[in-house]
């Protein structure tokens, strides 16, 4: 009889302990070719190209500009930039790839995650900056001194939501010489 009652008292401690194991995953690649982008079959919830052109990539359509995605937030974002990077062929990657500038921490939220349900967040990064990247995803999954890649930069979260929206910071490191500014080129989530 005592094992019984022992038994409920577990299942809250299992339970949290299996939040943990659950922490989503960050990750980096270089970008230089449309299916170095995943479309893994699933519902795309959200995505946009922040450059002036709509891009479908992969099979993934980026429509164009910040308010794109209804439930995105960015904030402490861009001055307003585009860039067109020349290294790449004419296409939709190229056109997914003209970017917005930022200085110097882009906040993205997204809203609208069901709680349970496993995602896959990629952003896209123009690689022509001279300084790294710091990523925090849902303030604890953290990449530090992320490189900006040649031609570009892609940052993908994998994670189980624990709540209704994702949350991620991208702050730039201001203490290298040259290009001061990082080019956020759109999302897909």
């Known amino acids: 009889m005592e094992k019984l009652t022992l038994f409920p008292r577990l299942i809250p401690l299992i ?49 164009s500009g910040i308010s794109a995605g209804a439930n995105l937030t960015i904030t402490t974002f861009g001055e307003g930039d585009f860039r067109d990077n020349p290294s790449l062929p004419d296409g939709p990657l190229r056109n997914l790839l003209k970017g917005i500038s930022f200085a110097p921490t882009a906040e993205i939220s997204i809203s609208g995650l069901s709680i349970g349900q496993e995602y896959l967040f990629q952003t896209y990064w123009d690689g022509d900056a001279d300084q790294t990247i710091s990523v925090v995803a849902e303030g604890t999954d953290t990449l530090s001194g992320v490189p900006n890649a040649e031609p570009a930069l892609l940052i993908s979260y994998t994670f189980t939501a624990t709540d209704d929206t994702l949350n991620i910071t991208i702050d730039r490191d201001d203490t290298l010489p040259g290009d001061t500014n990082n080019w956020l080129s759109g999302y897909s989530l």
Request: hydrophobic share 40%; aromatic share 4%.
């Open 15 to 63: 339970a949290c302990y299996s939040l943990k194991l659950t922490a989503g995953t960050l990750s980096t690649a270089t970008l230089d070719d449309e299916s170095d982008i995943l479309n893994s079959g699933g519902i795309i919830v959200s995505s946009a190209s922040f450059g002036d052109t709509s891009a479908i990539v992969n099979g993934i359509v980026h429509h």
